[in-house]
């Protein structure tokens, strides 16, 4: 029962990524003004919840002008944050089918860059917008966060279960092969 409850829900393990994938895309086909707007409205927000929290005072003038200031970086961690998500979720689909260690780093990084690269050429099809070699890097850097955190989440919860298994499974064949050594040692004499 428990191994064809597993066989069904195992594809839904694909699910995050590909709406990873279709939530970049979306964030793509948006027109350069659409999209300027968006990361200005975010930048705005963060300053003006900055000004806030630390009791700042400032007008609205300034607010605005430290958003535009900030717009690029915030535009461009945006990208690495995505990708960072895809990468997370790219690699659990394999991960969930077996794939370990540096072949599931390298799966994960390849899909990543390659759909960085085809998210560059679907941006030139889109008004106000181009493709940039510098943002399939700064994709290629948020993925790489994203693959180094899976390989530490694995490393650090995942890993040591499995030697606590195998350990346990390695005294209990210890422990048998003595019970056979003196259950035979018993028999000859």
């Given at each position: 029962m428990k191994k064809v409850a597993l066989f069904f829900l195992k594809p839904l393990s694909f699910l995050p990524a590909l709406l990873?994938?279709?939530?970049?895309?979306?964030?793509?086909?948006?027109?350069g003004e659409l999209s300027g707007n968006l990361s200005y409205?975010?930048?705005?927000?963060?300053?003006?919840?900055?000004?806030?929290?630390l009791d700042k005072g400032l007008d609205e003038w300034t607010i605005g002008q430290y958003a535009y200031e900030i717009e690029y970086p915030i535009r461009k961690l945006a990208h690495m944050t995505e990708?960072?998500?895809?990468?997370?979720?790219v690699s659990f689909p394999f991960y969930v089918y077996g794939l370990r260690g540096f072949p599931l780093m390298l799966v994960a990084?390849?899909?990543?860059?390659?759909?960085?690269?085809?998210?560059?050429?679907?941006?030139?099809?889109?008004?106000?917008?181009g493709p940039s070699v510098k943002d399939v890097c700064?994709?290629?850097?948020?993925?790489?966060?994203?693959?180094l955190t899976v390989r530490l989440i694995?490393?650090?919860?995942?890993?040591?279960?499995r030697v606590a298994?195998?350990?346990?499974a390695y005294a209990y064949r210890k422990m048998e092969a003595r019970r056979r050594a003196q259950r035979e040692r018993r028999r000859r004499y």
């Open positions: 990873m994938m279709y939530l970049i895309f979306q964030f793509s086909a948006q027109t409205e975010v930048s705005y927000k963060i300053v003006e919840i900055g000004n806030e929290i990708y960072f998500l895809l990468a997370v979720a990084g390849l899909i990543c860059v390659a759909f960085a690269c085809g998210d560059e050429y679907h941006q030139s099809f889109v008004e106000g917008r700064i994709d290629s850097i948020g993925a790489f966060g994203g693959i694995c490393w650090l919860f995942l890993t040591p279960a298994k195998r350990q346990e």
